[in-house]
């Protein structure tokens, strides 16, 4: 706590008069334009990371940055993602729902694990909120990876994407660099695309093309960023060189 005292003294002396400058400007009406979903890992700082501001976007973050499948949204156990969305996407006018996952995810570790250990067993469950959280929520994409494994990593996986009739077909890590669980992650991120895409209180606004939805990927041991390309249909780095070619895609899938 000491630290996090230091801290709001520093912020106190620097930011803080100009923060509150901001938030007059958004005259306490912010109008988010992206709801992002990401991993809590102490590592992950979106705000700084996008160079976002006061009003710019909602961000949530989990373990894993998961977005439960609308299936398994009943009245009295809901958890705060679909809740985010609806906020987001309904009750606000955010046109862009981005998803973002990192490697060196511990969530994603703990996933692989699971995938040897019995993870069905509801005991095992409820001795770990964790195990019970991943055990829900992630199997499907663990699922997906299994497809990659049988495939020799060489076939493309399939997604849904914002409607049934549109699909994503992505090539995970085609030049073999990544590890095991990171290549788990990117399957991971992709996955939630779908998920989200899952809820009936957005299908009207999917369908017409009006709320749209990617995938990031942060890159802890280089700090490069990428983009999931529909085009390329993999992640590219977004860098300098490409920036512009993919503010091009993105205008171009998603006007
Ligand atoms: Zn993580």
């Not at 493309?156 to 073999?176: V, W």
């Amino acid at each position: 706590m000491d630290r996090i005292f230091r801290g709001i003294m520093k912020y106190r002396r620097t930011n803080r008069v100009k923060m509150v400058e901001q938030f007059i400007q958004v005259k306490n009406r912010p109008e988010p334009k992206a709801l992002f979903f990401t991993c809590m890992d102490s590592r992950m700082l979106p705000a700084r990371f996008t160079d976002s501001n006061v009003g710019d976007m909602f961000i949530v973050r989990n373990a894993g940055n998961l977005v439960p499948h609308s299936r398994h949204f009943q009245d009295e156990y809901t958890s705060c993602e679909p809740a985010a969305l609806e906020l987001g996407c309904v009750h606000n006018d955010v046109r862009h729902v981005i998803v973002c996952g990192h490697s060196d995810c511990k969530a994603m570790n703990l996933l692989h694990l699971l995938r040897e250990t019995e993870y069905s067993n509801i005991a095992n469950r409820r001795m770990s909120p964790l195990r019970s959280w991943l055990c829900s929520h992630a199997m499907s994409s663990l699922e997906k990876y299994q497809q990659l494994e049988v495939a020799g990593f060489h076939a493309p996986l399939i997604f849904q994407a914002e409607t049934p009739l549109r699909r994503i077909s992505a090539y995970i890590d085609p030049d073999d660099k990544l590890s095991v669980t990171d290549k788990l992650s990117q399957v991971n991120t992709l996955q939630q695309i779908q998920n989200i895409a899952s809820y009936d209180f957005l299908k009207k606004r999917l369908e017409a093309y009006d709320l749209h939805i990617h995938a990031l990927w942060f890159d802890i041991y280089t700090g490069e960023i990428h983009y999931f390309s529909r085009q390329n249909k993999q992640f590219v780095e977004i860098n300098e060189k490409n920036v512009n070619r993919l503010v091009e895609e993105v205008s171009k899938y998603y006007c």
